[in-house]
Structures are given as C-alpha cells and as structure tokens.
C-alpha cells in the first residue's frame, strides 16, 4: 500500500482547521476571539479589521490589525499605604465617570494589613498589581496574521503570501504557534535539490498533490497521506518501465494504457494521468483492485513533475526549533534589542497561556504607544512604579513636597498641603458637582483617616476632617469605630516576616546626594510598638548593607500621645536626628515628642538639616 489512510491524522487536522478558520472567516468572530484573549489574561485588546486587506482570500486568510483598548493607569507609590490604594480607585472612578473614558486603578505594590482590611470590609475589589509601565508589545499596535494548518502546500503558502504581501506566515494548529514559514524559506526549499522521494519524507496528504496540479480524484481516498515511494515519469516503453517502477512509487504518465497498466501491475502507489486523458473502466477497476489511486490532471508531464515538490506540506520547511518569538508581555525595550540581533522580518507573539497572538516588525516598534499614567500620592521618581520614565505622564494628583519626576510634556499637576490626597479628590468632585458613591466615599474617608491618624496628625486640616466626616455620612460609617478597627488591623502584625513588617510603609528619598528611607507604622498601643521595634531593628541593619541607602529612619507612632521613637541605621543619622530635631539620640533610636507626620515633621526637618 503506497499511501497510509490516516482518518485519524486527517480527521484531526481537519476539525483543526476548522477551528483555525473560524476564527478567521467573520469579521466578528476576529474581534470576539480579541475580546477572548483579553479575558483570560487581563490584558485589553481589540482587534480590528483591516478591510483593506479583508478581501481576495476570502475564506482562507484576514489579517487584522491587533490595537490596545485605550486606558489610563491610575497609580500611587510603591510600598502603598492607604490613601495611596484609595485615592487611586477613588481618582478613577472619578475621571471614568467625567470623561466616560476608561481609567483603571492598579497599585505598585502589596497592599499593607491597614488597607488590605479597609478594601475587604467595604467590598473593594483589591487593584492589580502593575510592576512597570515601561511599554510592553501588548501596549502597541501589531499585525494579527491568521495562522495556516501545517499541512497545506507550498503553493499555496507561497499564494497566500503574495496575494496579502505578506513575508512571513504563521503555521498554528488550534491556538498554539508551530512555527513559521517566509517567502525566503519557501524559496530555498524549492531550490534545494531533493531526492525523488521527498514527498513521501515530508508526509504529504493526497489532496496536496491534486490542489496543486488542478487535478481530480478518480480512484482513491483524498485524505490519505504519502508516506512511500518516489516520484517518476513514464516516458519510456511498459517492458523498460517494469525496471524502475517499484512499489509504492508515484508515476507521471499519458495516455498509453498499457504504461497505466504496466504501473497498476509494479504496484505504484499513485498514477497521475496527464492532458485530461481518458481512463478506460479496466484501468479504473484493476487500480482499485490493487490499491492503487488514479488522479487525472489538465497538465502536460513537465508541468506536473514541475509542480509536484510545491505540494509538500509547509509543515516540513517550517523554522520551529530556533523560532524567536515573543510574549505580549515583554518589554518593547527588549524586543528591539533581540530584533536588532536578528534578520527576520516578523517575528510572531504569544499571550500567557502560549497562544498566537500576531506578528510584530521593526515598524510596529516606531510609533509605539506608551502607558498613559496618573500619579496619585506622590510625585517622586524614587516612590514611582518602575518604568514611570517611559510612560506617558497624564495627571499628578498629590500633597506631598515637590520632589523629582520630570515629565517630557506638559502635565496636569494638583498638589494642595492638605492632610490627604483623598481630601483633594473629594474637592474635584464638588467642583464638578458630582457626589461620590458609597463604597468611593468609603475608601476616601478611610485614607483621609490614614493619612490624618484620625484628625491627630499636624498635617490634618480642617478640610480634611470635614471632608472625612462629610464622606463618612454618605459611607454609613462611624468614624471612631471604622478609626480604631481600621489601625487595629493595620498594627495587627501577627506573623508576618521582618520584611513584610519594614515593607508596611516605606518611602524612600533622596535630597542633597544622600540617599534614604523614612517607614513608619502606627499605633494605638505602645507595647505592640516595642514589639515592631525589636522585629525590625536587625532588618534595617541588613537593608543598610545593600548599600543602596545611605541611612534608614523608621517612625513608630503613638497615636494616643502623639509622640514617634524613631530608630534608625547609618553613619550620619544620629547626628543628623540631634541637629534637625535638638534632641539626645542613643545607638539606634531616639524619641520625638509631638513628631506623628513623617511628611509634614520629619522630612521637613531632616531635609533641611541635609541642605546646611
Ligand atoms: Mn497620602
């Protein structure tokens, strides 16, 4: 038997295909499959149709142009405390509702016990975590090629190719990448001079050879494969013939019955009857008899043996094992850099889950899209989520000094000396006549309580504890009890690890060449402050080791007598706490009576005292 009867292969394939084509063939199931995608990872896609190039190939291939939804990050600090997580879902749900657009709240790091128990008693979903917002492939514009069945002809590939100018094509079975296929490699392939039975070590399918010489099926089963034989031409007489032709060979010939029946009778396993050539019943019946398959054909002997090497399934040529290819979620920083290093044209992307996403060039690296971004809470590069220098800088809403973000364009920049940035959130509200909704009201009220240390803290204004009591009527809260639960839980360390503890609320700055962190936690009871102390005391010592810091300050506040003991790590410190504050320092902590701000008291003071 010259052909293998893979139903199985075949039948596989072609529900593959199936599945491949639809979703190619509508424009609405292109976008759908976009909308997919975006489910399963998070990541906001919209694929939109190219109509330009949605014709000619009809129901084989669309490209696509693959779009980022548009969306605003809505960001605080890194280490976020409350009002940092608050304000930014609150800030969010503000412009949404102003400008319709969309705005998402992400946080730049984990959330702390404070905020973590003021989301979960108001029913806030926690915001994802954004780690950079550096430009990723996600985030630009690319090219959705569907993919083709490894199984279809170099002709056809070649085809497709020309007719969509296209240089690369992805070959996919179901959602996965199996590799690719160019114009060049196409080309090679066909230059490459092969053995006659090359067909049958590329695996053809039948129904290859008679798409590729225009023919017709008229003994045989079409979804069977070659996996035997060489390609020959009977040009010479049926005794000559009985030489060469062996089992399973696949033989090119005329009219001549007795060549057609010389061939049946060596047991070929194809016979490609040329120039429409009639086929006598006998022949028919013995073919079937011996298991041989009859394929008639327009085409004269030169151009079938000429064509039949473009029948081979791209499968075979395909570049697989040193593909390069990318995630959508790699940096474009990255990707440039590895195109750089590279010749290839397109190179093909993949979502999480090792789907096929699309193609990206070089080109689509030029007029790349960046991250629009909102800072809320801080406007200092060393607090920022990573990658800040690379995003498009929209809006900072803040009430914190001025510190070091530069922007490359003009920026919409708030910043009040008020007690919270949720208290200025709660005053653009008002300005545009809108009242926030409870669980907003909620959250904004929570940080404003934060930030304030519950009205006790010098940075606290009177719009602040108007505003919190003003947002706490339209949350249903009770501002002592919601207070005292919510620094409960936020001072409730139990077991978490050292790290986690420093981690809680920590800012780092920087001022005069000098480098340095400033944490504070605080509490309503004293002794679980000297509990913190030892914890994080050796953790400090260790941070200070890294190098990356000249000196480390950690407040721990007593919220019921408004006095911090600072403890700190670093050469300078000690000296710099009795300058700036005119109080006796030991090796490692010294108390600061009245101190409970860290941005109003303390790094006023100790920034000044730096810049003498
Ligand atoms: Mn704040």
Known sequence: MAVRKAAAKAGKMASAKKT??????????????GADKNAENGKEMSAKVNSALADELGEELKTTLVEPAEK?????????????????????????????KRYVPYRAGELNSETEYVLKRLGVEVPQYMENVATQLRDIEYRYTPGVDPSISLKKAWN????????????????K???????GGIAHSYMESFDSDILAQAETPVKNVIETIDGKLIVGDAEAVITKGKVLIAAANPDLMEDYIKENDIVILGNRYESQLCAI????????????????????TLAKEKGCMIISTPYDTYTVARLMNQSMPIGHFMVRE???????????????????????????????????????????????RRKKVILVDHNEKTQAVDGIEDA?????????????????????????????TATIILKMYKENCIVPDKKTAGLLCAAILSDTLMFRSPTCTPLDEASAKELAEIAGINILEFAEAMFTAGSNLGNKSQEEIFYQDFKKYSSENMNFGVGQISSLNKIELDEIKKKILPYMQKKLKERELDMIFYLLTDIIN????????????ANLLKNAFGVEADEESAILKGIVSRKKQFIPALVGQLQQ
């Open 562 to 573: 408004e006095t911090s003991e600072v403890i700190f790590v670093g050469d300078n410190a």
């Open 392 to 420: 498009e800088l929209l809006e900072i809403i803040d009430h914190h000094r001025l510190g070091t973000v530069t922007t490359l364009g003009p920026v919409y920049f708030r910043n009040e000396p008020l007690g919270c």
């Open 265 to 284: 009778e060596m047991s070929a396993g194809i016979i490609i009857v040329c120039e429409g050539a009639k086929i006598s019943m006998t022949i028919k």
């Open 72 to 100: 605003v990050i809505v960001i605080g600090h890194k280490n976020p405390d409350t009002d940092s997580i608050c304000s930014a879902i609150g800030y969010a749900n503000f412009k949404s509702q102003v400008t319709g």
């Open 160 to 175: 497709i190719l020309n007719d969509e100018s296209l240089y690369t094509l992805p070959i996919t079975e179901g959602k």
């Open 322 to 368: 040193e593909l390069i290819k990318f995630k959508t979620g790699d940096f474009v920083d990255y990707a440039r850099e590895i195109m750089a290093q590279n010749r290839n044209r397109d190179f093909p992307i993949e979502n999480h889950l090792g789907e096929y996403c699309g193609m990206v060039s070089r080109r689509n690296l030029l007029n790349m």
């Open 177 to 183: 990448l199996k590799g690719i296929i160019t114009v």
């Open 20 to 33: 491949a084509n639809a979703g190619v063939v509508k424009k609405s199931a292109v976008k759908k499959s």
